[in-house]
């Protein structure tokens, strides 16, 4: 049988040759892949096997030491650029995660943050106790007529910063400086010294307002007030006088003691210069104790107050009392 060789189209045989070499080719890259390491790459792997199997403080410390150049640079020679490369792989993978600490550390950080501003408020709350802003401080501020930095009420300056008479000593009044004192309403200021006292009358601001009263109208321009320069006198005047004024004489004084009343006083005209008449004894009781106990209920519409405009106490309440005549 005679055979008949069939030629191949040069198409098909180019296509072959072609199939041939990439054949060749992706075996060559294959085989290139399955080969052993060098002994530089295996040292690089070394140090990836490392920087995995730290701890979290220690792949910090990692980082550090994969960033460092002259670390990768005592390697081995030619390929110091491959591990350096392949080391700067690790070291951004260790510098995520010094960014994850970092970010721990900006979370200690509020932290810290809180707490310095816990300190910074504690710190504030001791500051509040002492002097501030507003009254009280020590300094004069808008609003202010003065501000000593204390809530001393007998001083020249109340706790509400308004200035006030004073007598230069801020002690409280015995009772038996005071007893004058309160039984007129007015507030009591021992003198400096301590030898005698002051009733004050702050609410008498004006002189037909300190006529109600047994005090002495006086001016910051008065003889009084210049011959008591340690006082503090308040424009346009102050409604005063002296314990020792409103006192009665110790013959007096006796006479109402014995017949068992509470306070010997003297009788004051309207300006509170001098005296009406004999002094009076008080007995505080009611109207029915009051004729036993040897003295007259007194109202004011009574004749007698009309005469005697500063004998009843407490603001013009009715009182037991009597002139000491009546007694003797």
């Known amino acids: 049988m005679t055979m008949t060789t069939q030629s191949i189209p040069t198409q098909y045989s180019t296509t072959s040759n072609r199939l041939h070499w990439g054949v060749a080719a992706l075996a060559l890259l294959i085989g290139a892949c399955f080969s052993s390491p060098s002994d530089s790459e295996e040292a690089d792997t070394t140090g990836v096997g490392t920087g995995a199997s730290s701890s979290g403080s220690d792949e910090v410390q990692g980082s550090q030491e994969g960033s460092d150049p002259s670390a ?42 809180t707490d310095g501003s816990e300190s910074s408020s504690s710190g504030a709350a001791e ?17 202010e007529a003065c501000d000593d930095g204390n809530d001393n009420e007998l001083d020249s300056c109340t706790s509400e910063c308004e200035e006030q008479f004073a007598t230069g000593n801020d002690e409280v009044c015995s009772d038996s400086f005071a007893a004058h004192c309160d039984y007129f309403a007015a507030q ?10 002051t009733c004050y009358w702050p609410d008498a601001t004006t002189l037909a307002e300190c006529d109600g009263e047994p005090g002495i109208w006086t001016t910051p321009d008065s003889n009084y007030a210049q011959n008591n320069p340690e006082m503090n ?3 346009p005047g102050v409604c005063i006088t002296n314990t020792s004024n409103l ?39 009611n109207e029915a104790s009051c004729p036993a106990a040897g003295g ?33």
Do not use: H
């Open 233 to 235: 006198f308040l424009e």
């Open 72 to 113: 990768g640079q005592t390697t081995a020679g030619g390929t110091v650029g491959l591990d350096t490369g392949t080391s700067g792989l690790d070291t951004g993978t260790s510098g995520l995660d010094t960014g994850t600490s970092g970010l721990d550390t900006g979370t200690a950080g509020v932290d810290g943050s």
């Open 188 to 197: 009591c200021r021992m003198r400096v010294g301590g030898n005698d006292s």
């Open 127 to 143: 500051e509040s106790t002492g002097p501030g802003v507003g009254c009280g401080n020590g300094i004069v501020d808008a609003g």
């Open 247 to 285: 006192s009665c004489s110790n013959a007096s004084a006796a006479i109402c003691s014995n017949a068992g009343a509470d306070l010997c006083f003297e009788s004051k005209p309207a300006n509170g210069i001098g005296n009406l008449g004999a002094a009076l004894c008080y007995w505080d009781v």
């Open 296 to 328: 007259i209920w007194t109202t004011p519409d009574s004749g007698f107050v009309q005469g005697q405009p500063n004998v009843l106490p407490n603001d013009d309440q009715a009182a037991c009392i009597t002139q000491v005549t009546n007694l003797e």
